[in-house]
């Protein structure tokens, strides 16, 4: 295989270059980690090569990084003595490692985290979407630390706003300030080196070059200047786009509401539960008989009391893997055992039952706690929103908005929560409330939290094998 002839020319400077630490600023969809993967498996299968260490921000990035390299050592036929995945224990957090060892004795290996110490390790450090990473100073320290022994650095990523250290770094750079070298290739750039002829050479598309290229910029809308054009967005700005929310949206998904009065309070147990009974009897039973039986079914909530809304988002697990929303349920003013006892009844009956997210912040523990005991930590992650958590879930549920694998229902009250998250400092949160002054409509982002916890609980529980609930529910009878 002649190597120039497969790399487009940005491709080709990348890997090219030999220094030692290297940044690229890079669009989304040009193919630079797929030129890594390449350079990579180039070093480790070298008898003067080097280990290879890449460090993504989730398992499926290090999952896929290295089938690339596997795919391309088959491509060069460079004998692979042995692939193989691995578990490592890092401050009491799971981190898969997933490896592949080469003749020459030297291997790639991509983790799916990053562990708090790198600095026993040698070789070359691969950090990618560097701006999605959770404490990227740190992460650099490690990997710095392979320079000593003639190791070397490459950090990949698109911007993540501009007060996000990522882009820190590129300004420093820009100012001399550190001595790395530093690439930066856009959208526009990447398809005057031929991109366009590329992904119609191997995707056989037959899409005109303007037709095309107009269309990837609808797909990103507003956020077009960051993902595509590498202009870090302001702080402040919008995290998900009105066009990418519903090009997601469909319209028969059915959004269930209960709102309490606030009499409802006085009334007794029995008749409290009773009531509840009768809601879940009339509204939510018909749905659940609906459920594909043979889909895996995930659970995501946002818990409030008064001030905004408790929403159970449901997500089913399609044959494909994509995810679809059988339907969501909204809760306003409802009583703590009332949430108890709605949670308990979806959970219960929810076909393949493999995981749920449940906002355990606050009065919110309770029900976290609750549906804990009564399924196990297993299967309920209870979830206490930082920063740091919302700096590696929100890029999972973007991503899935991105790629259109899975579905929301179509309301303008969802698309406004999921417009009310905002990137403050490099950071998506939810920054602010909608109809605020109106008590009986005020929205506090409550259906995105609650999406966000579903894909959340599925990327991390995804795996356990199925539980006969049945027996669970009966053990907890006794």
């Given at each position: 295989?002649?190597?120039?002839?497969?790399?487009?020319?940005?491709?080709?400077?990348?890997?090219?270059?030999?220094?030692?630490?290297?940044?690229?600023?890079?669009?989304?969809?040009?193919?630079?980690?797929?030129?890594?993967?390449?350079?990579?498996?180039?070093?480790?299968?070298?008898?003067?090569?080097?280990?290879?260490?890449?460090?993504?921000?989730?398992?499926?990035?290090?999952?896929?990084?290295?089938?690339?390299?596997?795919?391309?050592?088959?491509?060069?036929?460079?004998?692979?003595?042995?692939?193989?995945?691995?578990?490592?224990?890092?401050?009491?957090?799971?981190?898969?490692?997933?490896?592949?060892?080469?003749?020459?004795?030297?291997?790639?290996?991509?983790?799916?985290?990053?562990?708090?110490?790198?600095?026993?390790?040698?070789?070359?450090?691969?950090?990618?979407?560097?701006?999605?990473?959770?404490?990227?100073?740190?992460?650099?320290?490690?990997?710095?630390?392979?320079?000593?022994?003639?190791?070397?650095?490459?950090?990949?990523?698109?911007?993540?706003?501009?007060?996000?250290?990522?882009?820190?770094?590129?300004?420093?750079?820009?100012?001399?300030?550190?001595?790395?070298?530093?690439?930066?290739?856009?959208?526009?750039?990447?398809?005057?080196?031929?991109?366009?002829?590329?992904?119609?050479?191997?995707?056989?598309?037959?899409?005109?070059?303007?037709?095309?290229?107009?269309?990837?910029?609808?797909?990103?809308?507003?956020?077009?200047?960051?993902?595509?054009?590498?202009?870090?967005?302001?702080?402040?700005?919008?995290?998900?786009?009105?066009?990418?929310?519903?090009?997601?949206?469909?319209?028969?998904?059915?959004?269930?509401?209960?709102?309490?009065?606030?009499?409802?309070?006085?009334?007794?147990?029995?008749?409290?539960?009773?009531?509840?009974?009768?809601?879940?009897?009339?509204?939510?039973?018909?749905?659940?008989?609906?459920?594909?039986?043979?889909?895996?079914?995930?659970?995501?909530?946002?818990?409030?009391?008064?001030?905004?809304?408790s929403v159970f988002w449901i997500l089913s697990e399609n044959k494909d893997?994509?995810?679809?929303?059988?339907?969501?349920?909204?809760?306003?003013?409802?009583?703590?055992?009332?949430?108890?006892?709605?949670?308990?009844?979806?959970?219960?009956?929810?076909?393949?039952?493999?995981?749920?997210?449940?906002?355990?912040?606050?009065?919110?523990?309770?029900?976290?706690?609750?549906?804990?005991?009564?399924?196990?930590?297993d299967l309920i992650i209870s979830v206490k929103a930082s920063e740091s958590?919302?700096?590696?879930?929100?890029?999972?549920?973007?991503?899935?908005?991105?790629?259109?694998?899975?579905?929301?229902?179509?309301?303008?009250?969802?698309?406004?929560?999921?417009?009310?998250?905002?990137?403050?400092?490099?950071?998506?949160?939810?920054?602010?409330r909608v109809n605020e002054k109106d008590s009986h409509l005020k929205r506090?982002?409550?259906?995105?939290?609650?999406?966000?916890?579903?894909?959340?609980?599925?990327?991390?529980?995804?795996?356990?094998?199925?539980?006969?609930?049945?027996?669970?529910?009966?053990?907890?009878?006794?």
């Amino acid at each position: 295989m002649k190597i120039d002839s497969v790399l487009l020319p940005y491709q080709k400077k990348w890997v090219s270059d030999t220094a030692s630490v290297k940044f690229y600023e890079k669009s989304r969809r040009i193919g630079v980690t797929w030129a890594e993967a390449l350079d990579n498996v180039l070093t480790a299968c070298s008898n003067k090569g080097m280990d290879v260490w890449y460090i993504g921000y989730n398992k499926d990035m290090a999952k896929e990084y290295i089938d690339t390299c596997a795919d391309w050592a088959k491509k060069l036929n460079q004998a692979v003595s042995k692939i193989y995945d691995n578990e490592i224990i890092d401050e009491d957090k799971k981190i898969l490692s997933y490896s592949i060892t080469f003749h020459s004795g030297y291997k790639i290996t991509a983790l799916s985290g990053r562990p708090s110490n790198l600095r026993g390790k040698q070789g070359k450090a691969v950090i990618d979407e560097a701006a999605f990473h959770d404490d990227l100073k740190e992460t650099m320290k490690a990997a710095l630390a392979f320079l000593i022994w003639g190791g070397k650095v490459a950090v990949i990523s698109t911007h993540f706003g501009e007060d996000n250290i990522f882009n820190e770094y590129i300004e420093d750079i820009r100012k001399g300030r550190l001595n790395y070298s530093l690439h930066r290739t856009t959208f526009d750039d990447a398809i005057n080196d031929g991109l366009y002829e590329r992904v119609r050479e191997i995707t056989k598309m037959k899409t005109a070059k303007d037709e095309w290229i107009a269309s990837i910029y609808a797909d990103y809308g507003e956020s077009s200047d960051e993902e595509l054009r590498c202009i870090p967005s302001k702080s402040g700005g919008a995290y998900f786009t009105s066009f990418l929310v519903e090009s997601c949206m469909e319209a028969d998904i059915p959004i269930v509401r209960l709102n309490l009065p606030d009499e409802f309070m006085q009334k007794s147990e029995y008749t409290k539960a009773s009531y509840i009974d009768d809601f879940l009897h009339d509204e939510i039973e018909p749905l659940m008989h609906k459920l594909n039986k043979n889909n895996r079914h995930f659970i995501g909530e946002d818990f409030a009391r008064s001030a905004d809304l408790s929403v159970f988002w449901i997500l089913s697990e399609n044959k494909d893997l994509t995810l679809s929303t059988p339907f969501i349920v909204e809760l306003r003013n409802a009583p703590h055992k009332v949430q108890e006892q709605i949670a308990h009844y979806i959970i219960d009956r929810l076909p393949r039952f493999n995981g749920g997210g449940f906002d355990a912040r606050g009065n919110g523990e309770y029900l976290a706690e609750s549906c804990t005991e009564r399924y196990g930590e297993d299967l309920i992650i209870s979830v206490k929103a930082s920063e740091s958590f919302y700096l590696n879930a929100f890029p999972k549920l973007k991503a899935a908005l991105e790629d259109k694998t899975i579905t929301l229902p179509k309301s303008a009250d969802i698309l406004a929560d999921f417009r009310s998250v905002k990137v403050v400092k490099g950071v998506p949160k939810i920054v602010e409330r909608v109809n605020e002054k109106d008590s009986h409509l005020k929205r506090h982002g409550d259906s995105v939290i609650a999406c966000l916890l579903g894909v959340y609980a599925r990327a991390e529980l995804g795996n356990y094998e199925q539980v006969d609930y049945e027996k669970v529910v009966d053990a907890w009878k006794l």
